[in-house]
């Protein structure tokens, strides 16, 4: 058995997957293996890694037979995995060379389930300019993760708006998915990694976080993070909803606060989404129900559409607003 299986799901990802092989590659835990799921890519991303599997046995690719977004690519990748431990990696970042090791060890000595390291954020527009992505005033030594932190820091906070702890990417233990059938959503294809991450905490994951950023975020205006379709919200909602019932049943009034602020922020994209989505396809009327459906409802796309100023002015400024 492999010490840690690395998952990698890749969509017409030619112009980044040498490189985020390569850092997988270079791990000074040699015991790994690098699954790569194509997800019916139209570039030449599969015959790259084929490539790259010919100079590095450890590397082995999984061909999707259609393209069903990253839930199912990794869904695919855990469940032809044979390592103790599962690494996520995105077909556009990359691992410092060290990364692993420092991982397990932190793994192996706390008796944890997931551990995770902080992200390096790398602007593409200007890769020199990297920040990371939780500050050391939130995480400056290696703790204990729990489930109130996790949805708290999953709120937009003025202080610290790049922290958003959906996105880290840990490592976990196969045997603890497994027991517990845990698999990500496979009909979304949004914030697929929070409720995944939300349902390990619920059945009582032990969660280790270390402050090094040893994973490179590669910080893209076209990833799929930024397109939040009304079928991906709506399952995220329902997601909060049964975690605000749970936490209501168990009597943490504390967690089930933060679950009813976070809802917030979503129901905010959520009908926004679903107004402008209206606009778009020019359906007026129901445009104007749902703007009117009630006060919350109405506020909350107020709240929003001033968000989005900037990001509608910026597009405007580059020639125009494209459809998603």
């Known amino acids: 058995m492999n010490k840690?299986?690395?998952?990698?799901?890749?969509?017409?990802?030619?112009?980044?997957?040498?490189?985020?092989?390569?850092?997988?590659?270079?791990?000074?835990?040699?015991?790994?293996?690098?699954?790569?799921?194509?997800?019916?890519?139209?570039?030449?991303?599969?015959?790259?890694?084929?490539?790259?599997?010919?100079r590095d046995q450890r590397i082995r690719l999984i061909a999707q037979t259609r393209n069903g977004g990253p839930s199912v690519?990794?869904?695919?990748?855990?469940?032809?995995?044979?390592?103790?431990?599962?690494?996520?990696?995105?077909?556009?970042?990359?691992?410092?060379?060290?990364?692993?090791?420092?991982?397990?060890?932190?793994?192996?000595?706390h008796d944890a389930d997931l551990v995770t390291d902080n992200l390096l954020l790398v602007p593409e527009e200007n890769p020199t300019h990297t920040r990371p992505m939780i500050h050391p005033a939130i995480l400056g030594a290696e703790r204990a993760l729990d489930m109130r932190e996790f949805v708290r820091r999953n709120i937009?906070?003025?202080?610290?708006?790049?922290t958003n702890y959906g996105f880290l990417k840990?490592?976990?233990?196969?045997?603890?998915?497994?027991?517990?059938a845990i698999r990500y959503d496979a009909s979304v294809r949004f914030a697929e990694d929070f409720?995944?991450?939300?349902?390990?905490?619920?059945?009582?994951?032990?969660?280790?976080?270390?402050?090094?950023?040893?994973?490179?975020?590669?910080v893209r205006t076209d990833s799929l993070t930024h397109v939040q379709t009304v079928?991906?919200?709506?399952?995220?909602?329902?997601?909060?909803?049964?975690?605000?019932?749970?936490?209501?049943?168990?009597?943490?009034?504390?967690?089930?606060?933060?679950?009813?602020?976070h809802m917030t922020v979503v129901d905010r994209c959520y009908h926004y989404r679903?107004?402008?989505?209206?606009?778009?396809?020019?359906?007026?009327?129901?445009?104007?129900?749902?703007?009117?459906?009630?006060?919350?409802?109405?506020g909350l796309i107020a709240q929003e559409s001033l968000r989005q100023m900037p990001v509608i002015a910026a597009k405007a400024f580059r020639g125009g607003y494209r459809r998603d």
């Open 73 to 109: 690519a990794r869904n695919s990748g855990i469940d032809a995995a044979q390592g103790h431990w599962i690494a996520l990696l995105d077909a556009d970042d990359r691992y410092t060379p060290d990364r692993l090791d420092k991982m397990v060890a932190v793994a192996e000595r």
């Open 274 to 298: 679903a107004f402008t989505d209206d606009l778009k396809a020019r359906q007026f009327s129901p445009a104007i129900r749902r703007l009117f459906d009630s006060p919350r409802t109405a």
């Open 4 to 54: 840690v299986s690395i998952i990698i799901p890749a969509f017409n990802a030619s112009r980044f997957i040498e490189g985020t092989l390569a850092s997988a590659s270079a791990q000074s835990l040699t015991d790994i293996e690098i699954i790569v799921i194509d997800d019916c890519s139209t570039d030449d991303t599969r015959e790259l890694v084929l490539a790259a599997a010919g």
């Open 231 to 261: 079928h991906d919200l709506g399952k995220l909602r329902a997601l909060q909803a049964r975690m605000l019932d749970e936490a209501r049943h168990d009597g943490d009034a504390d967690l089930a606060d933060l679950i009813r602020r």
């Open 170 to 180: 840990p490592i976990m233990r196969r045997t603890f998915l497994n027991d517990h």
């Open 195 to 218: 409720a995944l991450y939300a349902q390990c905490l619920r059945l009582g994951a032990k969660w280790w976080m270390m402050p090094e950023p040893l994973y490179h975020y590669l």
């Open 156 to 162: 937009e906070d003025p202080e610290h708006p790049d």
